[in-house]
């Protein structure tokens, strides 16, 4: 039973463009998020995270935007370069236990230059 | 001067055999993980361990067992390997502090393993 869901395999965008990639989640413990991006023969590489008790966070060209409600996150890269093609996971972790990530099965973003 | 390292990269045997892969990590951090990725590329915890707990994903089979010798290092040993066990299996380090930053855990490159 997977409790975070990426429902786009892939995503194709324009240089220059914004790209948004999606996450929705169904554990209501779920109170910190995080994305992945990960290249082929690497392990994933930590982006960007957000607690529960924000509705958004920002780093340079990535922000990340939650919406408890929804139980649903997404993550905008803008301006969107060719460096960014990868495959995004989307994390998530409750507050107790073993830290535990549950990662979703993740989007292919392919930026065209 | 990497930070979490596995080796092998590329390990392929044969069924029924026993197999370890190890990993290390010179980040200072005092949790480390073993993940599976499957053929659906799906990412999914096996095992999380510190120096006071190891906390097994209950779907994980026994034949699967971690060794830390130290706080640097999680060994992922295998017995009776089967065909299901292919994927690629990532270790990964964090820091259980509070705060933000307890969550973010650094992955290594990744185990290729491929049971013929």
């Known amino acids: 039973d997977q409790q975070v869901k990426q429902n786009s395999p892939s995503l194709s965008v324009q240089e220059g463009r914004i790209s948004i990639l999606n996450c929705d989640y169904t554990n209501s413990m779920f109170d910190y998020f995080l994305w992945y991006k990960k290249y082929p023969a690497e392990g994933p590489t930590f982006l960007i995270s957000?607690?529960?008790?924000?509705d958004k966070n920002e780093d340079g060209r990535f922000t990340v935007f939650l919406n408890k409600s929804a139980k649903h996150l997404s993550l905008h890269i803008v301006p969107s370069q060719p460096g960014d093609s990868a495959v995004y996971f989307c994390?998530?972790?409750?507050?107790?236990?073993?830290?535990?990530?549950?990662f979703g099965t993740g989007t292919r973003l392919t930026v065209i230059p | 001067d990497t930070a979490v390292s596995q080796t092998p990269k590329y390990l392929v045997t044969q069924m029924g055999n026993d197999k370890s892969i190890k990993c290390e990590q010179n980040?200072?951090?005092?949790?480390m993980y073993w993940y599976k990725q499957d053929s659906k590329k799906f990412l999914k915890i096996m095992f999380s361990?510190?120096?006071?707990?190891?906390?097994i994903n209950e779907t994980v089979p026994n034949r699967f067992s971690p060794k830390s010798p130290d706080k640097a290092h999680l060994n992922l040993h295998i017995n009776s390997l089967e065909l299901g066990d292919s994927a690629v299996y990532f270790c990964a380090s964090s820091l259980r502090l509070a705060g933000a930053r307890s969550y973010e855990q650094y992955f290594g490159p990744g185990t290729r393993l491929t049971v013929t």
């Open positions: 994390a998530a972790s409750e507050e107790t236990g073993a830290n535990n990530l549950f």
């Open positions: 957000i607690s529960s008790i924000k």
């Open positions: 980040l200072g951090h005092d949790t």
């Open positions: 361990y510190n120096n006071k707990e190891l906390i």
